[in-house]
């Protein structure tokens, strides 16, 4: 776990768009932190520099003592989900899980360990043996998070990670990041334009707009009038 902190961020593309316009933010150990916005808001960009995916054209990233900019995305202790789901094809629901940590050395015994904790969890261990193309979409978007959970990462980033699947799927899923938001208490950045999503998982609620932060807080705080 790991204190993530954006100072002045900002993204000017290469057509001139300024995308993101000084963007600041802190996001405690163990915090669930969800950044909501109109689309084109600057959500997604914001999300890919903090990852790596994108480059900041300025400002800093903290993530622990470690200032991230500079690291390549491997080195950032990071593990992202997202909409799309990401998984090899022809590889099985255990070699999906496997593949990152094999690449990254790691022992087989520990990557045996990891991967049965994240299928424990996820409930997803009667599917370890089957390919991508024979699970649902709310069973490839658990492998999806379990692709990020072996990682045992310092942050979870999720850009729009339920965005695909249909609205009764998205109700018992976003359930599902609860638990786990719960049981793992990773510190962690949700990028959605659901504003239920949002209400439902954030601690800390970013509201974005124009490429700036228009009001953070609380959810209650933000929306409850008295
Ligand atoms: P959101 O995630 O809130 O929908 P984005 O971060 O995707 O917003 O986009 C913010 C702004 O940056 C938009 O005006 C978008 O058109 C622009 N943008 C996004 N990606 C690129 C890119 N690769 N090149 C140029 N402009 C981009
Ligand atoms: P993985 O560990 O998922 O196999 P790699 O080690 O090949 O990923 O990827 C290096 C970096 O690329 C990761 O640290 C992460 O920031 C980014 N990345 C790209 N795709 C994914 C993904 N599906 N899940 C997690 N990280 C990803």
Redesign the pocket.
């Known amino acids: 776990m790991a204190r993530i902190e954006l100072t002045d961020i900002r993204k000017v593309y290469a057509g001139g768009v300024e995308a993101v316009k000084g963007v600041s933010l802190s996001i405690d150990d163990g915090e669930f932190v969800v950044l909501v916005g109109p689309s084109g808001c600057g959500k997604s960009t914001l999300l890919r520099m903090v ?3 994108e480059s900041i054209t300025s400002g800093t990233v903290r993530i622990g003592e470690r200032v991230v900019n500079e690291l390549e ?2 080195e ?1 202790d ?5 909409q799309n789901y ?1 998984l090899y094809p022809h590889m099985s629901v255990r070699q999906n899980l496997e ?2 940590l094999k ?2 050395k790691m022992a087989m015994p520990e990557i045996a360990r990891r991967v049965d904790e994240a299928a424990g969890i996820l409930e997803i261990a009667p599917l370890l043996d089957r390919k991508p193309g024979q699970l649902s979409g709310g069973q490839r978007q658990r492998v ?1 998070m379990g ?2 959970i072996v ?1 045992e990462p310092a942050a979870f980033l999720f850009d729009e990670p339920l965005s695909n699947l249909d609205a009764k799927l998205r109700v018992q899923m976003r359930a599902e990041i609860r638990r786990l938001q719960r049981r793992l208490a990773t510190t962690s950045l949700y990028v959605t334009h659901d504003q239920l999503e949002a209400m439902t998982l954030a601690d800390q609620l970013v509201v974005m707009n124009g490429g700036r932060i228009e009001q953070a807080g609380r959810p209650m705080d933000l929306y409850e009038r008295p």
């Open positions: 990852a790596g995916l995305p491997a950032r990071i593990a992202m989900v997202f990401a593949y990152g690449n990254r999806a692709r990020a990682r």
